[in-house]
């Protein structure tokens, strides 16, 4: 079955940076589009970015457009948030998350099938 395993969460200080990896498996996700989403205590789970696996295209929230870049190897089969200048209202469980691109507009902001079982980020003032 599809298996997402986040990895690379941790503290940081405001300012600084941090790289998530989501490593995918089960199944081919050359029709794909895959995501990150996170969800901050008592608020509800956000679309972060997300990027198709066919064509590269990629799409940001607003709030991180310039601070965060998504990217993906092929080869790996590996997704990853390089997060930069981070902010203290950054600070949230991130989470990755796949689906499929056929009959679906772009950019999908929702309607992820597969999730995985996210990594918390920590941003310190």
């Known amino acids: 079955q599809v298996q997402l395993v986040e990895s690379g969460g941790g503290l940081v200080q405001a300012g600084g940076s941090l790289r998530l990896s989501c490593a995918a498996s089960?199944?081919?996700?050359?029709?794909?589009?895959m995501g990150w989403f996170r969800q901050a205590p008592g608020k509800e789970r956000e679309f972060v970015a997300t990027?198709?696996?066919?064509?590269?295209?990629?799409y940001y929230a607003d709030s991180v457009k310039g601070r965060f870049t998504i990217s993906g190897d092929n080869a790996k089969n590996t997704v990853y948030l390089q997060m930069n200048s981070l902010k203290p209202e950054d600070t949230a469980v991130y989470y990755c998350?796949?689906?499929?691109?056929?009959?679906?507009?772009?950019?999908?902001?929702?309607?992820?099938?597969?999730w995985g079982q996210g990594t918390q980020v920590t941003v310190s003032s």
């Open positions: 089960g199944r081919t996700f050359s029709s794909y589009a």
């Open positions: 998350a796949a689906r499929p691109l056929y009959g679906s507009s772009w950019p999908p902001t929702s309607g992820y099938n597969y």
């Open positions: 990027i198709s696996w066919s064509d590269g295209n990629t």
